[in-house]
């Protein structure tokens, strides 16, 4: 079963072909960081060949060329065993219904699936980082001075900022009297109203006092 801790989760991210597998785009690179109690104790990144030729904007939007995927194994394979590094784990992404679909439709192809459930930073950053211009993974980077080297649309770059993201919204729940949420409270909290928050976290502090 996964663990039901908000610290033990793995984050992932995928550059795609476009913005839909149900009109033929296909993943070309996932990258994902698993962390267990806080700690960063495993990564995962591939590249991985969709079977065509990717668009110019692509290669340019994420650096990922046509030559890098010539020589990279087929998404079947490098999906296989992503599979076996998410069993047991529940899934965080930036944006989460967009990585939902691409991992769904690229397992579905060879009839596997995770036991984990998602949830989504970027909704999650908008309860509780509402001061932020946008809510972006670039923006909220610069906005919390969150480390980075400064590489965007990569998987795996992607993935380490959405990690610490995912901690420092972890420690400031914690700082607020909110101390080790569970994951299906994150998920909650991705779905309250900003005005509703002070009144779910009054609850929940509450809940912890007795």
């Known amino acids: 079963m996964p663990s039901t801790s908000a610290n033990t989760v793995v984050v992932l ?7 839909s597998p149900n009109m ?15 700690e960063v104790v495993d ?20 650096g990922i060329t046509n030559n890098m995927l010539r020589t990279a194994s087929g998404c079947e394979g ?12 529940n899934l965080v992404a930036h944006n989460a219904s967009f990585d939902k679909r691409f991992l769904d439709a690229e ?3 060879f009839h596997a699936g995770y036991s984990g459930q998602f949830t989504c930073s970027m909704l999650i950053a908008r309860r509780l980082i509402q001061d932020s211009p946008t809510h972006k993974l670039g923006d909220l980077v610069h906005f919390k001075g969150i480390a980075n080297d400064g590489v965007f649309h990569r998987a795996l770059a ?21 101390a080790n949420p569970t994951f299906a409270m994150m998920q909650t909290i991705s779905r309250t ?14 809940k912890a006092s007795l």
């Open 43 to 62: 990564t995962f990144q591939e590249l991985m060949n969709p079977g065509f030729r990717v668009s110019s904007f692509i290669e340019g939007y994420t």
């Open 78 to 89: 490098v999906m296989s065993r992503f599979a076996e590094f998410i069993a047991g784990f």
């Open 24 to 38: 033929g785009d296909r993943a070309i690179e996932i990258g994902a960081v698993k962390l267990v109690d806080g």
């Open 158 to 178: 992607d993935a380490e900022m959405t990690a610490r993201l995912w901690l420092l919204m972890l420690d400031e729940l914690d700082q607020q009297g909110i």
């Open 107 to 109: 397992l579905a192809r």
């Open 13 to 19: 991210d995928f550059e795609t072909t476009g913005l």
């Open 193 to 206: 109203s900003k005005q509703a928050l002070p009144a779910f976290f009054n609850k929940q502090r509450s």
